[in-house]
């Protein structure tokens, strides 16, 4: 990477570890309903993704104050259905090979810190990371860079030494106003073209970026 001392690398989880398109969504559908709202499509689930917590989601969604409690019902449901969340072909060999070379890793997701807890263990992903910082842990969503910042933080890094690896415009902002490179994730389900500084098509180019 050009004129870039590249000391960390930091993850989205949703769409660019693990494929939870379907699992997430429907965790968040299947508690909706369980509280009387809505059916919802997943589609409709996903417009919701840039407003925060679930626990803020879900309030916008059954048009409620948005308390804790809210955010409980859906880490139980998540909890129900995570062991299905499958990791991203390449993933795993890539973290390996960071891990290998020393290189800190951290995750910075929009969910919550419970809901990377219950996905990262049940895909057999956390013992890789040394920091995961949740969307509920941070006082502005993605696109603000405030979880990049942190993740930085907790690694020990200044972020501009940071590499930040997601799929969505969101993970593109996040990344530029933290200072930090961007690299998008082709294969994500959010990834968009329009928006990617660096596309990379699958997970072992990671590497040549560093």
């Given at each position: 990477?050009?004129?870039?001392?590249?000391?960390?690398?930091?993850?989205?989880?949703?769409?660019?570890?693990?494929?939870?398109?379907?699992?997430?969504?429907?965790?968040?559908?299947?508690?909706?309903?369980?509280?009387?709202?809505?059916?919802?499509?997943?589609?409709?689930?996903?417009?919701?993704?840039?407003?925060?917590?679930?626990?803020?989601?879900?309030?916008?969604?059954?048009?409620?104050?948005?308390?804790?409690?809210l955010g409980q019902r859906y880490?139980?449901?998540?909890?129900?259905?995570?062991?299905?969340?499958?990791?991203?072909?390449?993933?795993?060999?890539?973290?390996?090979?960071?891990?290998?070379?020393?290189?800190?890793?951290?995750?910075?997701?929009?969910?919550?810190?419970?809901?990377?807890?219950?996905?990262?263990?049940?895909?057999?992903?956390?013992?890789?990371?040394?920091?995961?910082?949740?969307?509920?842990?941070?006082?502005?969503?993605?696109?603000?860079?405030?979880?990049?910042?942190?993740?930085?933080?907790?690694?020990?890094?200044?972020?501009?030494?940071?590499?930040?690896?997601?799929?969505?415009?969101?993970?593109?902002?996040?990344?530029?106003?933290?200072?930090?490179?961007?690299?998008?994730?082709?294969?994500?389900?959010?990834?968009?073209?329009?928006?990617?500084?660096?596309?990379?098509?699958?997970?072992?180019?990671?590497?040549?970026?560093?």
């Open positions: 990477m050009s004129g870039r001392d590249v000391r960390a690398v930091l993850w989205d989880m949703d769409g660019t570890l693990v494929d939870s398109s379907a699992i997430v969504p429907d965790a968040f559908i299947a508690t909706v309903l369980a509280l009387g709202g809505p059916r919802m499509t997943r589609d409709e689930v996903v417009a919701f993704y840039d407003a925060g917590a679930p626990h803020v989601m879900l309030g916008m969604m059954l048009e409620r104050e948005p308390v804790a409690e880490h139980d449901t998540l909890a129900e259905v995570g062991s299905g969340v499958r990791v991203h072909d390449g993933v795993v060999e890539v973290l390996a090979e960071l891990h290998g070379r020393g290189m800190p890793m951290g995750v910075f997701t929009g969910n919550s810190a419970r809901a990377a807890s219950i996905l990262l263990e049940a895909a057999g992903l956390r013992g890789w990371f040394d920091a995961v910082v949740g969307g509920d842990q941070v006082a502005r969503p993605k696109p603000a860079p405030d979880g990049v910042l942190r993740a930085a933080e907790e690694l020990g890094v200044d972020p501009a030494q940071c590499v930040y690896v997601g799929d969505s415009p969101l993970d593109v902002g996040a990344a530029r106003d933290a200072g930090a490179v961007p690299l998008a994730a082709g294969w994500g389900h959010l990834f968009d073209a329009a928006r990617a500084v660096t596309v990379l098509a699958t997970p072992a180019e990671v590497l040549d970026h560093l």
